[in-house]
């Protein structure tokens, strides 16, 4: 399963950007896709996440301010990032729990991750 993600850059503080990603590869259902961040000298943190179901979870710094929304028949996530301050400059990844087939034909979860696109909101 691949995860490629599109849509960061440099940003000014108060602006707006967009981040997509797009699964592919030996797929049955993904279950939650997301998003998830990490600074520099900190820790990969949850973002946002969305189930296969329609539920979504927010990080609370991003609630009011990022969107998080999936195409479940195209496979993509996309996040919709508003009113960017400093705080928000990270290299943000696209996250999926998959439900593959193995090489004996069993279905099972695994987890997948973009290779990272950067995020910088600086004037």
């Known amino acids: 399963v691949q995860l490629v993600e599109s849509g960061g850059g440099l940003v000014q503080p108060g602006g707006s950007l967009r981040l997509s990603c797009a699964a592919s590869?030996?797929?049955?259902?993904?279950?939650?896709m997301g998003w998830y961040r990490q600074a520099p000298g900190k820790q990969r943190d949850v973002v946002a996440l969305?189930?296969?179901?329609?539920?979504?979870n927010y990080a609370d710094s991003v609630k009011g301010r990022f969107t998080v929304s999936r195409d479940n028949a195209k496979n993509t996530v996309s996040l919709q990032m508003n009113s960017l301050t400093p705080e928000d400059t990270a290299v943000y990844y696209c996250?999926?729990?998959?439900?593959?087939?193995?090489?004996?034909?069993?279905?099972?979860?695994?987890?997948?991750w973009g290779q990272g696109t950067q995020v910088t909101v600086s004037s």
């Open positions: 969305e189930t296969a179901g329609g539920s979504t």
């Open positions: 590869g030996n797929i049955f259902k993904i279950n939650a």
């Open positions: 996250y999926a729990q998959v439900l593959v087939y193995s090489d004996t034909m069993e279905l099972r979860l695994e987890d997948y």
